[in-house]
C-alpha cells in the first residue's frame, strides 16, 4: 500500500458546484496532515491544515477521519480558478515533520 | 510576507557535471528541507536540516547528494555527478519550529533542473 494516495482525477466539475476529494495514508502514527494546492510548474502552496476537529476556511473544509485514516478536502461553490492540482501531504516518521505526498488530484473547473 | 527564495529559477547542465542550487529560506525558521517533484510525478522528499546537520534523508539522498548552510541565510543543494534522471523541479521548503501550529512549511518557487 502506498504511504499517502490520492485519486488523480481528473474531475471535470461545472462552475459553481461542489467537490470533494479523499485522501488516504498507511501510517497511523501520523499526525500533521495538509492539502496544498499546485499549479502547473509551480511549487506547492499551503492550502489547509488538517484538523482532528476539522476546519472550515471560507468554501473550504477539510476533515480528518483517524479511524479510516483518510483525509478529506470539500470545495464549495467552485470557481474557475480553483482550477489545480490538489496534493494531501502528511508527515512521515521522522522526528522533523518531513512530508510524505500524494500524486495529487487535478480538478478542472468548467464554466 | 516572508517567502522562500530559489535561484537560479531554471539550470540546465550536462550529465557529470556539478550543480549547486540555492535557497534563501524565511528568516526566523529553524528546519529547512529540499524535496523535489520529477514532470509529471508526485513531491518526494530527499533531506531535512535542523541545527547545522541533516537530521533526516530519503534513500534517494544519496552521495551524489549534500547540503549545506554557508552562512546565516543561504541553504544550499549539491548534486555533485548529475544524471539523466536527475532532471526535475526541486523545491526548498522552511518551518519555523514544531507544534501544531507551526509546522506548516513554505515553500520556494523552485528551480528546474535539466540534465542533458
Known amino acids: 500500500r502506498k504511504e499517502v494516495e490520492q485519486d488523480p482525477g481528473p474531475f471535470n466539475v461545472p462552475e459553481g458546484a461542489t467537490v470533494a476529494f479523499n485522501c488516504t495514508y498507511s501510517n497511523s502514527a501520523s499526525q500533521s496532515f495538509f492539502w496544498y494546492r499546485q499549479d502547473c510548474r509551480k511549487e506547492p502552496k499551503l492550502l489547509m491544515s488538517?484538523?482532528?476537529?476539522?476546519n472550515e476556511d471560507g468554501r473550504f473544509t477539510a476533515q480528518l477521519n483517524r479511524a479510516s485514516q483518510y483525509i478529506s478536502l470539500l470545495i464549495r461553490d467552485s470557481k474557475l480558478s480553483d482550477s489545480a492540482t490538489y496534493l494531501c501531504a502528511v508527515n512521515g516518521l521522522g522526528s522533523n515533520y518531513q512530508l510524505i505526498w500524494g500524486a495529487g488530484t487535478k480538478l478542472i473547473i468548467k464554466p | 510576507e516572508p517567502e522562500v527564495t530559489q535561484t537560479p529559477s531554471h539550470q540546465v547542465t550536462q550529465m557529470g557535471q556539478e550543480v549547486i542550487l540555492r535557497c534563501v529560506p524565511i528568516s526566523n525558521h529553524l528546519y529547512f528541507y529540499w524535496y523535489r517533484q520529477i514532470l509529471g510525478q508526485k513531491v518526494e522528499f530527499l533531506v531535512s536540516?535542523?541545527?547545522?546537520?541533516?537530521?533526516?534523508k530519503s534513500e534517494i539522498f544519496d552521495d551524489q547528494f549534500s547540503v549545506e548552510r554557508p552562512d546565516g541565510s543561504n541553504f544550499t543543494l549539491k548534486i555533485r555527478s548529475t544524471k539523466l534522471e536527475d532532471s526535475a523541479m526541486y523545491f526548498c521548503?522552511?518551518?519555523?519550529?514544531?507544534?501544531?501550529?507551526?509546522?506548516?512549511?513554505?515553500f520556494g518557487p523552485g528551480t528546474r533542473l535539466t540534465v542533458l
Open positions: 521548503a522552511s518551518r519555523a519550529l514544531a507544534g501544531s501550529s507551526t509546522d506548516t512549511q513554505y
Open positions: 536540516f535542523y541545527n547545522n546537520e541533516i537530521s533526516e
Open positions: 488538517v484538523y482532528s476537529s476539522g
